[in-house]
Antibody, heavy 123, light 109 residues
Framework: EVQLVESGGGLVQPGGSLRLSCAAS????????LHWVRQVPGKGLVWVSG????????ISADSVKGRFTTSRDNAKNTLYLQMNSLRAEDTAVYYC????????????????WGRGTLVTVSS | SSELTQDPAVSVALGQTVRITCHGD??????ANWYQQKPGQAPILVIY???NRPSGIPDRLSGSSSGNTASLTVTGAQAEDEADYYC????????????FGGGTKLTVL
């Protein structure tokens, strides 16, 4: 089955760190672009960061730039989101989502989403 | 960076037709995509590009666009269409960011 499964969420104190994982199954993760999207419970979707091309291109929202970094382990078919200097406003469900790099402008879309993992930043 | 604007809530009578709209400058460069999210579930792609549906999405959902506005139309709304709908596209300001609309809560009466 083609799917993405996030893990690693939990409770962390402000200023702390957490690493989220996004494991792919049914396809080769390195052939796709992967992004992180978060959602505060009861609120809307907010884009966080993206890992594109051959892994040399990482893009991040201004709100997380310098604090969050994305990496990939091709052998484990897994994407990671390292979150440092966490703040209360980072509390959200974090989803990873896939983009097929073969699509060309004006097309661009997330064709597969994981179920998400909840991160709670609180003392 | 770009923004996408949606009405927060829309309602429709069972079996009737409803349109959900999304406005934003990025839609002049990229097609809007639409995602459906039900309570406690992850979003799923329902419309992408000009008017394309992934496998398994009913044809009563359709998309259209003109200028900086995209629309999702539900023709003959069913109870199972009640959900939050989000539009999204790539940011067209050159930073390769991604933008989402604030979401529209669709209630089927």
């Amino acid at each position: 089955e083609v799917q993405l499964v996030e893990s690693g969420g939990g409770l962390v104190q402000p200023g702390g760190s957490l690493r989220l994982s996004c494991a792919a199954s049914g396809f080769t993760l390195s052939r796709y672009w992967l992004h992180w999207v978060r959602q505060v419970p009861g609120k809307g979707l907010v884009w966080v960061s993206g890992f594109e091309s051959d892994g040399s291109t990482t893009i991040s929202a201004d709100s997380v730039k310098g604090r969050f970094t994305t990496s990939r382990d091709n052998a484990k078919n897994t994407l990671y989101l390292q979150m440092n200097s966490l703040r209360a406003e980072d509390t959200a469900v974090y989803y990873c989502a896939r983009v097929d790099p073969r699509v060309r402008r004006p097309y661009w879309y997330f064709d597969l989403w994981g179920r998400g993992t909840l991160v709670t930043v609180s003392s | 960076s770009s923004e996408l604007t949606q009405d927060p809530a829309v309602s429709v009578a069972l079996g009737q037709t409803v349109r959900i709209t999304c406005h934003g400058d990025s839609l002049r460069t990229y097609y809007a995509n639409w995602y459906q999210q039900k309570p406690g579930q992850a979003p799923i792609l329902v419309i992408y590009g000009k008017n394309n549906r992934p496998s398994g999405i009913p044809d009563r959902l359709s998309g259209s666009s003109s200028g900086n506005t995209a629309s999702l139309t539900v023709t003959g709304a069913q109870a199972e269409d009640e959900a939050d709908y989000y539009c999204n596209s790539r940011d067209n300001s050159g930073n390769f960011h991604v933008v989402f609309g604030g979401g529209t809560k669709l209630t089927v009466l």
